[in-house]
């Protein structure tokens, strides 16, 4: 995909004489007098010279939600019907309108709040005490248009379930304003298509949304320059060339817009190995601009998707901060039985589908590719499927192929800790894991290789000890014979 494509989903009205270097803001006096008894299309001109005068009042634009708010309180909408609509809380709704309030109380000098702000707006545009935005600055029209691009964004009228992990991302976006989430997870378990429904679920609190595909791993020069280009469009002038320099202007657009940005497979550009989470050194740029993001304050967001977690960016995460991990576990039994039953009527006692839900984790996608076999094997008997035992990973190529991609990245520490995890088949302590691995590494290497695994999805740490899904230990010991 070259930058013309992505141009061709953007316009910007008026925009030709836009620079996101003008701080300063012209004003001209407004000489439009609001009328009570108004027609539908004079009501929404009402509307435009309102909030363009509070964007006038507040120094600068509104993001989404306050002009969600805004605009939900000029129709005469209670905050719980605004929640309502754009999937919020109603207690975030409440505590954001309180502010904006606030805010231009402050700026007027008199008691603002939900009753009474159309009055006053309507009276002090009316006598000429208000003052509207200039066409040749930052048109108010290209201010509250949305600007979206959906790139490879998958199909997500399939989607089952995911309840508890969507309300918990929307919370760290919208209420706790995260400026840097990432959503952990083996291949398959559905990272790309969670993250697909969380967007287009929050797209009405952005302004500015891209998704970008890493799965081909393009240079980090072609994400920047579409990125610098479809948010600061029309081209600005004296164009930045060093890498810190961009990354700083996008950042100054983010301060100033809010902004979405999604990176999927970000592991496409991570270098297999010693190290879990290092960057490949023509790629270390994306490093860069991700330290900056969650570093650095801004109003935006920026979502990636990994098998493996980024290097450093413990040093930033906490779970009060707005740098952030999820780590995104398998579908129960009933969001799996809704997935596989759109796709064909697949039937199987309640202990078989048990069985099966558990061996696979609650992968979705391993599913998917069971079920494949299933239907063209066993007219969708999932029972008479397990009957011949050729539900197991060793049996199917396309299971062995997902799993080969990530375990081919591992170390060759990582690679005998796991051979002695699936030996073992019951969870071992770490005491014990690292006395019968023999090995002659250091203990802090041996301490790395695990924390490596855990972070790779690839092991999990219970009470009893570590332990290995029992599709991914059958996958080891399979490498082993």
Not at 70 to 88: D, L, M, P, R, V
Not at 421 to 432: G, V, Y
Request: with cysteine; proline share 3%.
């Amino acid at each position: 995909m070259t930058f013309p494509e992505v141009c061709n989903f953007v316009e910007y009205p008026e925009a030709e004489s836009y620079s996101l270097r003008r701080k300063s803001t012209d004003l001209i006096e407004s000489k439009s007098v609001l009328s009570k008894n108004i027609t539908e299309s004079e009501e929404n001109r009402a509307f435009n010279l309102a909030e363009s005068a509070l964007v006038s009042i507040k120094g600068k634009s509104l993001n989404n939600l306050q002009r969600a708010i805004f605009k939900g309180a000029w129709q005469g909408q209670t905050y719980e019907e605004i929640a309502s609509e754009i999937n919020c809380s109603e207690g975030h709704i409440k505590d954001v309108a309180a502010d904006l309030w606030k805010q231009v109380s402050e700026k007027l000098g008199q008691k603002v709040y939900k009753k009474n702000f159309k009055a006053i707006l309507e009276q002090r545009l009316s006598t000429g005490e208000l003052a509207l935005c200039k066409s040749n600055q930052i048109p108010c029209n290209y201010l509250n248009n949305r600007k979206k691009y959906w790139g490879e964004i998958p199909d997500i009228s399939g989607f089952y379930g995911r309840d508890e992990e969507l309300s918990t991302l929307t919370g760290w976006i919208n209420k706790d304003q995260c400026r840097l989430l990432t959503v952990l997870g083996i291949g398959g378990v559905g990272k790309t298509t969670l993250i697909a429904k969380l967007a287009k679920q929050v797209q009405n609190q952005f302004e500015f949304i891209i998704w970008r595909s890493l799965h081909k791993a393009p240079a980090f020069e072609d994400t920047m320059t579409i990125l610098l280009n479809f948010f600061t469009y029309p081209k600005i002038a004296d164009s930045p060339t060093s890498v810190e320099e961009k990354i700083l202007l996008l950042l100054e657009f983010f301060r100033s817009h809010r902004c979405l940005v999604i990176f999927d497979n970000l592991e496409s550009i991570l270098e297999p190995g010693e190290q879990v989470g290092c960057y490949k050194e023509e790629y270390s740029g994306y490093g860069e601009l991700i330290r900056y993001i969650g570093m650095i304050q801004h109003q935006s967001c920026l979502v990636l998707t990994s098998r493996e977690k980024p290097r450093d960016l413990e040093l930033q995460e906490g779970e009060n901060l707005p740098v952030r991990s999820f780590y995104l576990k398998g579908l129960p039994l009933k969001e799996i039985q809704k997935i596989l039953l759109a796709i064909s009527p697949f039937s199987a006692t309640e202990s078989d589908w048990n069985f099966l839900v558990r061996y696979y984790a609650g992968n979705p996608l391993m599913l998917k590719i069971l079920a494949t076999q299933t239907k063209e094997l066993f007219e969708c008997n999932i029972s008479k499927f397990l009957q011949v035992g050729e539900y197991k990973i060793s049996e199917i190529r396309d299971l062995r192929n997902l799993l080969s991609r990530q375990f081919e990245r591992l170390s060759t520490l990582e690679k005998q800790i796991m051979y002695q995890i699936a030996l073992d088949e019951a969870p071992i302590d770490i005491k014990s894991l690292q006395e019968k691995t023999c090995l002659s590494s250091s203990a802090s290497k041996f301490m790395e290789a695990l924390r490596s695994l855990l972070q790779r999805s690839l092991i999990e740490k219970t009470p009893a000890g570590l332990k290995q899904e029992p599709v991914i230990m059958d996958y080891v010991n399979m490498k082993q014979v």
